[in-house]
């Protein structure tokens, strides 16, 4: 299909049902998505049970990542993570903590400064005590509906060399509803994404690309369904770019269409690789 990366999850220590259906609901004329989906998940040992039949990382075509999750009644979010680092350290390219979705009660609440410097110090140490070379990077992903204060923590958070985590995932759905919304379905509870979403989550890449000093690389999610729109979001700050929503709209093809239509914007504005571009937005 033309990707480049594929990330699975969120994967939950124990399987649960996730909510009750129905759970996603299209909204056919804004070209979005709402989800309240709530951590469906088979479980740590059958998803790592699958993944163990592939070749092991750095001997396989694809880079994969594992999204990491904490089940719905854990009494110990950490720990929920630190079993995932553990777990799927061996057979990922990369790992992500997801503290952002707002279908898990409680969940967003890991944004915050104090648990979050909890979090990321136990997941690098659980990281770092993984045995063998492979080490796979951390990656942090985070919500669109932050203020400005928590923006501010997390920047301090893992920019501290000890919590040092090696990528930020901007970002999850919202919880927020434009007021231009068309479908009927847009008071529907869970997470807002497709295109409502592309310009906050441009903007919370553009925060929190200033806020680390373009030290910490950046996934950009959001809103993707063309050349131009990843072009935002690596111009905001975003190294990569992942696309979901855009799937559902727009098909497979989708993929080779924005890659075509980025390297066109790339040689238009005078760059010659997407490195050269990240972040030219926020160093004018």
């Not at 501010?152 to 007021?179: C, H, Q």
């Not at 906050?200 to 999610?221: K, S």
Request: proline share 6%.
């Amino acid at each position: 299909m033309g990707f480049s990366f594929v990330e699975v999850g969120s994967v939950t220590p124990l399987p649960q049902p996730g909510n009750p259906k129905p759970r996603v609901f299209r909204l056919k004329e804004d070209l979005a998505i709402i989800n309240r989906y709530g951590f469906n998940s088979d479980g740590h040992e059958a998803v790592y049970e699958r993944l163990s039949q592939l070749p092991p990382p750095g001997h396989r075509k694809a880079v994969l990542g594992v999204n990491l999750g904490k089940n719905k009644n854990s009494v110990d979010h950490v720990q929920d993570f630190i079993l995932g680092v553990k777990k799927f350290g061996p057979v990922a390219d990369y790992l992500v903590i997801n503290i952002s979705s707002p279908n898990t009660p409680g969940l967003r609440n890991l944004q915050h400064r104090e648990e979050l410097g909890k979090l990321v110090s136990a997941v690098v140490t659980a990281r770092d005590s993984l045995s063998g070379t492979h080490k796979p990077p951390l990656l942090l992903k985070i919500a669109p509906d932050l203020s400005d204060d928590d923006k501010k923590d997390i920047a301090s958070v893992i920019l501290k060399n000890e919590n040092r985590i090696d990528g930020l995932i901007v970002s999850n759905t919202t919880v927020t509803r434009p007021l231009w919304l068309e479908s009927a379905e847009r008071q529907e509870v869970g997470g807002l994404s497709g295109q409502p979403l592309k310009s906050l989550a441009t903007h919370t890449v553009t925060d929190m690309y200033r806020l680390t000093r373009g030290l910490i690389p950046i996934i950009g999610v959001g809103g993707v369904a063309s050349g131009q729109d990843a072009y935002e979001k690596i111009c905001a700050g975003a190294s990569l770019v992942q696309v979901y929503t855009g799937l559902v709209y727009h098909g497979p093809l989708l993929v080779h269409r924005i890659t075509n239509e980025l390297e066109d914007l790339l040689r238009l504005h005078g760059f010659s690789t997407v490195t050269e571009a990240v972040g030219v937005d926020c160093k004018q």
